[in-house]
Each structure stands twice: as structure tokens, then as C-alpha cells.
């Protein structure tokens, strides 16, 4: 008889300051794969800069279990490039990410690898009953609300660290600055099934949070990159033209109604605010078409070599069985399966 392997899982845990926690993170995450087997599943802590003792707990993590690896960054660079440098060194087929303060648990890992089972490409958390303070719920539930509105991405948790993805959707993706809390936005806008579970979630035992109004600013603003990518990154002339042809109609109106005033009454225009303000828009136009006109020639240039990523499903000769069926196959059923074992 044979069964399905089940997937390479790769853990993820971006850790800043957080040694209090790491060793009772690293018990449950055993005890939630260890149903995996042995080499199925690895866990990767990244610590971005810790000024405690982190990295000394990650390296004592490491000799203790074969399954535990540790990146250590030269200085802080923040939660999306811990998580792209983790992804870049995962070894899993599916990669799992979740904070290192324990306010995450690990037992939900199952529940997330079943409904990726279901043909989802991401899978993100929703802290349903969050145990944190009034003043940081009330923050999200802001934050999430102006998300969901302008990306039109029907979730409720953008915030959520939580999440399991295919590996294919970390490489398709970019992740800088605070782009990490819109992983599911950007996913979605290349194509990958975005899904959302609620998960469980406790309150924080040890270490400070990392939230502030800092945060929550750089998280706005860089939902304004976000909603440029998404929206105007495949075709950037349609955003500085769009944007162009309106201040060139404006300052074009401007002018002939000055003309139109000067032809007919004897009062000169030449000392009039409008006068200025409609040859400014007339300039700006004209500026705004040629960043349009170059963004495009950048773009021409800079396309991918290989579009293989964006696709979803793919049929080929090789997949046709001999009696003109499909075989079974990852890339076409959608299933993480990665090979099979003999069992007795």
C-alpha cells in the first residue's frame, strides 16, 4: 500500500527581542509537525537585529534539534526583510510564518496546510478574539477597515503574521519597508487564492510589543506603494497619463478662458494669479506624460525573462497518461503532495 508524503514545511520566525519565548516556541512547533516525520518539516528563526540574548537561545536551539536553523542579520532591517531572507533560505515546498512572542500558536499549522490542501495558494490568520489593548484593537480595526476599502481585498486581518503560502507565492512577490502586512494584497493581485481562517490567539508573556504609532504611520503610507503596485505597476503610463491629461485639460481651459476675457474686454490678464496657475498645469501636464512615457520604457525593459510563476495550471504531452487521461500532478490538481512513500 502507499500513501502521500506530505509536503517539505518550512517555519519561518522573524525574532527581534524576543528570548524569553523562543525555546517554548520551538517545543510547540515540534510538537505541531511532529505527526510530519523526521526531515519533513524545518524551522528557520531570523533574528533582525536582537539586543538581548536571542541569538545565543536560536544558536542552543540549533544543536539541540536537527531541525532548527538561525539567520542572524547585521543590524535591525525590519519584519518584511527578515521574512524574504527567510523565504529565500527556506528549503520547504510551503512556508509557514508566525511571530516569535508566542501570542501565535503553532497548533493552528495543521488547520492552514488542510485548506492550502483545498486549492489555496495563501492562507492568512484572523485573529478573531485578539488579546491585546483596547488602544491597539481599536488601531487595526482602523488600519484593516482603510485596507479592505482601498484594495477591495475582503479580508478582516491584514495585520495578522500568521500565515502559510506555497513557496512560489514569496518569489513572486516583493517585500520591503512595511509591505509584509499586505502579502495577501499582493499575492492576490498576481493571481495566487487568498484565503483567510480564524486562529487562536493569546496574550503576550513576555518581551514588549513592536507596535506604536510609528508603525501604524509607515503601514499607511506604505499603503499608498501598494495601491501604485496593485493597481498601476503593469501599466504606469495609464497613471502619469491619466493624471497628465487632466491638469493639461485644466490648465488648457484656464488659458482659453483668459483669452477668451482678454479678446473681449480691455482689463490685462498678464498680473493674474489664474494666468500663472493655468500655465503651471499646462507645464505639469507635459512633465507628467513624458515620466508616463519613460515609466513605460523602464518597464519594456525591465520585463521578467520568464513568466513561469504566473501560471496556475499547465497540460502538456508528458502529463497524458497512455489510455489519453491526466496524471495526477501538483501543478495541475493544485494538491501539495510531493511524492509518495511505501509504507506496510
Known amino acids: 500500500m502507499q500513501r502521500q508524503a506530505g509536503p517539505m514545511i518550512t517555519v519561518i520566525v522573524p525574532v527581534l527581542n524576543e528570548e524569553g519565548t523562543l525555546r517554548e516556541l520551538a517545543d510547540r512547533i515540534h510538537a505541531a509537525l511532529s505527526g510530519l516525520g523526521d526531515g519533513r518539516y524545518e524551522i528557520i528563526f531570523v533574528d533582525d537585529g536582537s539586543s538581548d540574548s ?14 532548527i536553523r538561525g539567520y542572524r542579520m547585521r543590524r535591525n532591517f525590519g519584519k518584511a526583510i527578515a521574512l524574504a531572507l527567510g523565504a529565500e533560505m527556506a528549503s ?26 483545498e486549492g489555496f495558494d495563501l492562507v492568512s490568520g484572523w485573529k478573531q478574539d485578539r488579546k491585546d489593548p483596547l488602544s491597539k484593537t481599536l488601531a487595526s480595526k482602523l488600519f484593516n477597515l482603510t485596507v479592505r476599502t482601498a484594495t477591495r481585498v475582503d479580508m478582516r486581518d491584514f495585520n495578522c503574521g500568521f500565515k502559510a503560502a506555497r513557496r512560489e507565492v514569496y518569489q513572486s512577490i516583493p517585500l520591503y519597508g512595511e509591505l509584509h502586512r499586505y502579502i495577501p494584497v499582493l499575492a492576490q493581485d498576481v493571481g495566487y487564492r487568498v484565503a483567510e481562517i480564524p486562529v487562536v490567539h493569546h496574550p503576550r508573556v513576555s518581551g514588549r510589543s513592536k507596535y506604536g504609532i510609528e508603525r501604524l504611520v509607515r503601514g499607511f503610507l506604505d499603503l499608498l506603494t501598494v495601491f501604485t503596485i496593485t493597481r ?4 504606469p503610463g495609464h497613471l502619469f497619463g491619466g493624471l497628465g491629461l487632466l491638469a493639461g ?18 482689463d490685462p490678464i498678464g498680473n493674474r494669479p489664474l494666468l500663472l496657475f493655468g500655465i503651471m498645469l499646462t507645464l505639469l501636464s ?20 520568464s513568466f513561469e510563476s504566473l501560471i496556475r495550471e499547465k497540460v502538456s504531452p508528458t502529463n497524458v497518461a497512455m489510455d489519453g487521461g491526466l496524471k495526477s500532478s501538483p501543478s495541475a490538481t493544485g494538491k501539495l503532495s510531493t511524492g509518495t512513500t511505501n509504507s506496510p
Open 54 to 67: 536571542s541569538w545565543t537561545v536560536i544558536q542552543a536551539l540549533s544543536r539541540t534539534h536537527p531541525a
Open 92 to 117: 520547504g515546498s510551503v512556508l509557514v510564518t508566525l511571530d516569535g512572542d508566542l501570542q501565535d500558536d503553532p497548533v493552528e499549522i495543521p488547520r492552514m496546510l488542510a485548506k492550502l490542501e
Open 232 to 235: 498601476y505597476s503593469h501599466r
Open 249 to 266: 485639460l485644466l490648465g488648457f481651459s484656464i488659458l482659453v478662458y483668459l483669452s477668451i476675457q482678454w479678446l473681449l474686454y480691455p
Open 286 to 305: 507635459a512633465q507628467l506624460l513624458v515620466f508616463g512615457m519613460l515609466a513605460e520604457m523602464l518597464l519594456f525593459r525591465s520585463r521578467p525573462k
